[in-house]
């Protein structure tokens, strides 16, 4: 099951070692991972604030070469069966297209992601030759990662989103399908999100599959931005994003528990048919510091810190002051490894779901990937 780590300063060092060996995947590309970048911050600062150890020349040059985590920690074994879906579809980044590869169980492959401009226009659209995913389908994921922006190109009052669906459209002419992402829709353009990805159903035709990812729900919402009933739908399959339960800026605990997977599960079985139902699984994990060190201060506030952290010396750097000192934080951290993933896996199959997703290839426990088989039948 997810792992605790609750350190004092001097462990905080281990904590970047697991980032750095083990959990550095994490922040990979995607808005999922950017606000998690001022954790690691504060960790490296933790790190440094470690007070220095004295090491004989034997013991520096072993530490040159830290041991994988895997000998580091160990982790809960999984055992039984291998748990069968009848698709896997797995996000794989632009850019880190080596962190996949074609023997993989996964039949569907999420190639991250487009952007969009004010003008209508896709950026950063993935060079579909540039990943071989073998006989897997592959899929152009399409993001938009700005509530204003979002409001502008799907309400058909501003002119720009007849060019963005026929962007769309052009650029997922070598894809088996394309995936709607659009995670900050405001609350009153809900009907121009479901008449836009009507219009894209339309526009794409049959030929080409089409999803759409939704966040997790564990009941109805009074005017839902995202109905799973009405997105349903319109598309072949809804991707629940089943993580995040706990997010980089709320209080520490696991990126998504069994006991909670199991109240969206619930939720969404009643509202999406099974054929087209997909249940997100994280691979990834979060670290927080107890405290942060980065911010604005009231000049009263910057006199109780200095006197509190016993700073002796302000010194001035082109007129202004300059103070430095260390400081020493708690870390708590949850991840998910294969026992944990597993676990998810054996819950959604026994609630009878049939099409399991992974956000995102590449930040996983490499175990895992023993435990999952696909069975079309």
């Known amino acids: 099951m997810n792992r605790v780590f609750y350190k004092s300063a001097v462990t905080a060092c281990l904590a970047l070692l697991i980032l750095t060996f083990f959990i550095s995947p994490l922040f990979a590309k995607g808005k999922k991972d950017l606000e998690d970048l001022q954790q690691l911050e504060l960790l490296e600062q ?219 599960v619930e939720y969404a079985r009643k509202t999406i048919p099974e054929k087209k139902l997909i249940m997100g699984i994280p691979f990834y994990g979060r670290f927080w510091a107890a405290q942060a060190t980065e911010g604005a201060y009231y000049f009263s506030r910057l006199n109780r810190m200095m006197v509190a952290n016993g700073v002796e010396e302000i010194t001035y750097e082109n007129d202004i002051p300059k103070v430095q000192y260390t400081t020493q934080v708690d870390v708590t951290g949850y991840f998910n490894d294969a026992y944990s993933d597993v676990a998810l896996m054996r819950m959604y199959e026994t609630a009878g779901v049939k099409k399991i997703g992974f956000w995102r290839v590449g930040q996983e426990d490499p175990e895992f990937w023993n435990w999952l088989k696909i069975n079309k039948k």
């Open 46 to 264: 933790s790190a440094e604030a470690e007070e220095e150890i004295e090491l004989s020349e034997e013991e520096q040059t072993e530490s040159e070469e830290p041991l994988p985590p895997t000998q580091l920690y160990t982790l809960r074994p999984v055992e039984g069966k291998p748990v069968e879906f009848a698709e896997s579809w797995g996000y794989v980044s632009n850019g880190r297209e080596d962190e996949y590869n074609s023997s993989l169980p996964i039949t569907d492959v999420c190639y991250f992601a487009a952007e969009i401009n004010c003008y209508g226009e896709l950026t950063s659209v993935p060079v579909r030759s540039r990943l071989k995913t073998g006989k897997a389908r592959c899929h152009l994921v399409v993001v938009c990662d700005s509530r204003s922006l979002t409001h502008f190109v799907i309400n058909p009052d501003y002119g720009v989103r007849k060019t963005l669906l026929k962007a769309i459209v052009k650029a997922a002419a070598p894809y088996d399908g394309v995936q709607i992402d659009f995670e900050l829709v405001p609350a009153r353009d809900r009907k121009h999100f479901l008449t836009f990805i009507a219009d894209l159903r339309y526009m794409l035709g049959q030929a080409k599959w089409f999803s759409v990812c939704v966040p997790a729900r564990v009941k109805k919402l009074t005017d839902d931005i995202y109905p799973y009933t009405e997105i349903a739908s319109y598309c072949d399959r809804v991707f629940v994003m089943a993580y995040d339960e706990h997010w980089s800026s709320s209080e520490p605990g696991p990126i998504a528990s069994v006991d909670w997977c199991k109240r969206v």
